[in-house]
């Protein structure tokens, strides 16, 4: 088991680290991203140890949440972004609004990552459950170590 998490590390990060050399300051495109994402997947379903059935049933289900929850972090950075410009202007603005709005859409990240974690209880075992909470936070971390490594790399030493 060691091993293969030892091994799992490595091509990690050599893919990511691959997959960023070439994309300017880190940011992934078409390809990259989605050879990414073929990566997660097959990790995911060696780590959950998913028939393909359930394979198929969990990632149309995640991909569904992955979309709600894209949509609702592009709504908050379209409000961040209008404070940011009525406040470069000097506009007066209600503030404690924007704040309220901006918190609404922060709990409806929270209330659907919790609705898709307790969605999972058809498909798998709580001990599945939390491999994969285990597992995608340490691949985002992963991810966001080997995007700042490069970007560093990318800086003029001063």
């Not at 060691?2 to 300051?25: E, H």
């Not at 198929?56 to 992955?66: E, G, P, W």
């Not at 470069?88 to 929270?110: A, G, L, M, R």
Request: proline share 1%; hydrophobic share 40%.
């Amino acid at each position: 088991m060691f091993r293969k998490i030892i091994f799992f590390g490595f091509i990690l990060i050599f893919a990511v680290s691959g997959f960023f050399a070439q994309d300017g300051f880190g940011y992934m495109h078409g390809k990259k991203r989605q050879h990414l994402r073929q990566l997660e997947q097959l990790k995911l379903i060696e780590i959950l140890d998913l028939n393909e059935d359930v394979s198929a049933r969990f990632f149309a289900r995640r991909k569904k949440h992955l979309n709600k929850i894209q949509q609702f972090q592009l709504e908050k950075r379209e409000l961040i972004k209008e404070l940011e410009n009525k406040l470069k202007n000097k506009e007066k603005i209600n503030t404690k609004e924007y704040i309220n709005k901006i918190e609404e859409i922060d709990q409806k990240i929270f209330d659907e990552k919790k609705r898709f974690y307790h969605s999972l209880d058809d498909l798998l075992t709580n001990e599945q459950i939390a491999k994969f909470i285990v597992f995608q936070t340490r691949f985002k971390k992963e991810i966001m170590r080997q995007m700042m490594r490069q970007n560093r790399s990318r800086m003029p030493n001063n």
